[in-house]
């Protein structure tokens, strides 16, 4: 089985790109199944419910997000009745949404998880070691494999989900940071691993962002709104072949205009 994870998308440009590459990605990469971040996919933060449409309509299987979840507040009206979209399981007890769902690839039932790190991010969210080993044993013997998506700044504390999850689950693909790692490895235990599959959007700006804006942010200190940027687009993902549960192979790769 062959899982294709596409890190995050960057608004419009990221949206039309991938939906311009799909027919590539499926005449090449023959994915069984495709995993897509959306924190950023509705102009640069957040998801709306016609973005989710497009997407899922495109053939995505599955949307995760992170931190820019909640930055369209619509999404709290629906995201209790899309399952296929999720939010980092880690936040407090009664937040909408779900940070898991298992789906049907061929006979094989695969559990897609998403969880948010805490160091470097605002938010106080519960320990996500802890609440994926929670989630894993509440999905005990509905799914026959695992990838997660580690949604998370620190490089540290992603390696060391990567080793924490060695064998339990077919893949950790981080995300957030969006500039691809050169660290994609098969741990010992058979698990997929890359500290950070990189972003789907405009790459002359800074990480998604138009760098003008940035720049300036940087020079002067003085807040401003962001923008996405303009220009060439590229799409970035990791490839991870799947056979009884374990990883046997993983891609990361950058398709560039
Ligand atoms: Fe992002
Ligand atoms: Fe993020």
Not at 29 to 50: H, K, Q, S, Y
Not at 216 to 223: A, I, Y
Request: net charge negative.
């Amino acid at each position: 089985m062959r899982l294709v994870l596409v890190g995050d998308i960057i608004g419009k440009p990221g949206r039309a790109y991938l939906a311009e590459c799909f027919p590539r990605i499926r005449r090449e990469l023959r994915p069984d199944l495709v995993v897509v971040n959306v924190e950023n996919a509705a102009g640069g933060m957040g998801v709306t419910r016609e973005v989710v449409d497009e997407l899922l309509d495109l053939g995505v299987d599955v949307l995760t997000s992170g931190n820019h979840i909640w930055d369209k507040r619509e999404v709290l009206d629906f995201i209790d009745c899309e399952e296929r979209l999720l939010r980092p399981l880690n936040y407090p007890p009664g937040v909408p949404g779900a940070g898991a769902v298992v789906v049907k690839v061929h006979s094989t039932r695969v559990a897609v998880l998403n969880a948010s790190g805490r160091v470097f991010f605002p938010q106080l969210l519960d320990c996500p070691f802890r609440a994926l080993d929670q989630a894993l044993a509440d999905l005990a013997g509905s799914y026959d494999c695992a990838v997660v998506d580690f949604h998370a700044e620190a490089t540290s504390e992603k390696v060391a989900m990567g080793w924490y999850l060695d064998g339990r689950v077919a893949a950790v693909i981080g995300t957030h940071t969006h500039v691809q790692t050169n660290d994609a490895v098969i741990l010992p235990g058979g698990t997929a691993y890359i500290t950070d599959v990189g972003m789907t959007g405009p790459y002359e700006s800074v990480i998604g962002v138009s760098r003008e804006i940035i720049i300036e942010r940087f020079r002067t200190q003085v807040p401003s709104r962001f923008q996405v940027a303009r220009g060439k687009r590229q799409l970035s993902a990791a490839v991870v072949e799947v056979e009884a549960g374990k990883a046997t192979s993983m891609t990361a790769m950058c398709w560039r205009e």
